[in-house]
């Protein structure tokens, strides 16, 4: 069973800059989809930013483009998103998660598409 711990939320100006870190462990499989994605209250979760582990392709949704970064460090099966130039509509519960194989990347997914998740953490973005 995949689990994933996040942390690195917070607070900070618009701007500002915050870097996100989910550890996983009970990878079993080849590779994995991992991806990070934040929800609203009222609203449904969206995705952000995607990484393949098999290859480290990666895929970024319209949403935060250009102003975030995912990435893999595979010896310590921790994902990161760095994300820049935060802005106040970035305000939302961030949320990691990992998809087993058969999955596929390079499209907006939905929640549930993924099915492993972190318990989210708290990015305010102030102005």
């Known amino acids: 069973e995949v689990q994933l711990v996040e942390s690195g939320g917070g607070s900070v100006q618009a701007g500002g800059s915050l870097r996100l870190s989910c550890a996983a462990s009970g990878f079993s499989e080849d590779s994995y ?39 893999f460090e595979s010896a310590k099966n921790t994902m990161f998103l760095e994300m820049n130039s935060l802005k106040p509509e970035d305000t939302a519960v961030y949320y990691c998660a990992a998809a087993h194989p058969p999955y596929r990347l390079g499209y907006d997914p939905l929640e549930y598409d993924y099915d492993s998740w972190g318990q989210g953490t708290q990015v305010t973005v102030s102005s």
């Open 33 to 71: 989809a991992i991806g990070w994605f934040r929800q609203v209250p009222g609203k449904v979760r969206e995705g952000i930013a995607f990484l393949d582990t098999k290859d480290g392709t990666t895929y970024y949704t319209e949403r935060m483009k250009g102003r975030c970064t995912i990435s």
